[in-house]
Every structure is written in structure tokens, then in C-alpha cells.
């Protein structure tokens, strides 16, 4: 990419300090992908850009490309997620999705798909109240997937991974290793070539379709028995494992809040 200055919108999505006074930020952009630069002297008490380079907004950025480095000369709040700011459990949510952005895109990628999806969530987040740690847990699951989506990781949930049919009910097993589900015709015409797959229920494939598919709204709606929900997020961190560079064996979910208690439906 060539260009000396960019003007754009951006949500930061992480930031570290660097040297003495500087900070090192990360933000997703519609028109560049993740961009990264410095923040000079952006830890100093009276810094005026830094208290414009803190998450949960939509900012208006300009950044200049040095011999060595890029740096934030220009910085406009344009629309601020004060409930996402402001409240615990929502930005605990919103930094393990940008944790998880971060952690799996590359610079200067472009990507408007990814930024209005990650737009989208932050402004659901923005306009409902707080909910349980379960709910938080299958809401980061549902961004993962569909994150997963973004990345050309789609997890086929609909038609037979090998004869591109569609999935009946209660006839399909689930394969891990190549992404989804496949028809019980040709795990038996094909034995050697589907040996791992194993049993799912059909609840949980219909949960796994609603986390992806369905309005935020819906989500939270959605009644979850609290054994299917810890089976979604064991099925998604293994896809995590097995088709994205660089996942974490750590669960994507870990730091999510605590368990204050165990309820049979989240």
C-alpha cells in the first residue's frame, strides 16, 4: 500500500504502551484493515489525541507514514459506545472480540466486511442491558463463528461436506478436521475418508445455525439448556484449533467474566 497520509474511520481495537510516553495502537478501518501506529507522547497526563484513542468509539483518524513508523497527527471522536465503556461486563465482551480480531488479521488487509461486522456488534452491545456470563459466552461463540466466516473458514452447517446435499435431520455426523457436517450415506460409502467423524445432535447443529445466522436480537432471546452450550463452546474452539493460523489453545472464551453460579438454562 502506498500513501504518506491516510485519512479514515477507525475503531481501536488494542493499544500497549512503547518507550517512556508512547503507546503503540491498533485499530480496524473500512477502507485500509487493521492499521497500526504511534501514539508520541500519548501517556503523558495532559496527551490531548489519547483521550480520543480509547475503544468502544468511532473515530476520525489521520496517520503519517515515517522512515520508521506511522503516527497519529489528527484524532475526531466521531460516535462514542459509552454502555460498552461503562459497563463491565460489556467491555469485557468487546475487548475478547477485538483481542480475537487482533490476534487473527493482518495489516493494512482491507477488510469493510470485518469492520462493519465488528461496528454492528458494538453498537448491539451499546443499546441492551447486561446479561448473564453464559449469554456473554454464547455471544462471543456466535462472533467467532461468524468471524470465521470472514477469515474463508465457513463451517458448513447446511449441506453434506461431500455430496454437497442438503443435511437431513438426525442423519449426519460431524467432522471437526474438515468443518462441518457430512450425510450418513457418505460416511458409509466412504468410511476411510470420514473414520473421525462423530455424533452431534441435531439441537446442537440448530444451535450452531442460530449463533451464526440469526439477528443479535434473536441471541438473546434464545433459550439455552447449559449442556448444549458447553458443547457449543468446546465445538468451536476445536474448529478454532484445527482451521485458523495461530489460534491459542486457551479458550477464546476464558476471561469472559466469572462463574458466579451454574444455572441449568442461560
Known sequence: MSWSTLKTKA??????????????????????????????????????LAAHLEPFAVVDLEIVRGRRSMTVISVEREESFSNVANVVEHRLFAQSMMRIIDRHTHVEDPDRDLYEDLYAWLKFLDNVEAFSTWRYRFLLSAFTLRFMERLGYKVELRNCLSC???????????????????????????????????????????LLRMARENQFNDLLAARLPLDHLRQMLDITHELMQYHVPFASEIPFWQGVLTL???PTNV
Open 11 to 48: 475503531i481501536v481495537i488494542t493499544s500497549q504502551p512503547i518507550r517512556e510516553v508512547d503507546r503503540l495502537y491498533r485499530a480496524l478501518t473500512p477502507e485500509y484493515g487493521k492499521v497500526s501506529f504511534m501514539g508520541r507522547g500519548a501517556r503523558k497526563s495532559k496527551a490531548k
Open 164 to 206: 454437497q446435499e442438503q443435511i437431513m435431520p438426525l442423519s449426519f455426523r460431524w467432522h471437526t478436521g474438515k468443518g462441518g457436517l457430512v450425510c450418513t450415506d457418505c460416511v458409509k460409502d466412504e468410511k476411510q475418508e470420514w473414520i473421525d467423524t462423530k455424533s452431534v445432535t441435531q439441537e446442537m447443529v440448530m
Open 260 to 262: 458466579d453460579s451454574v
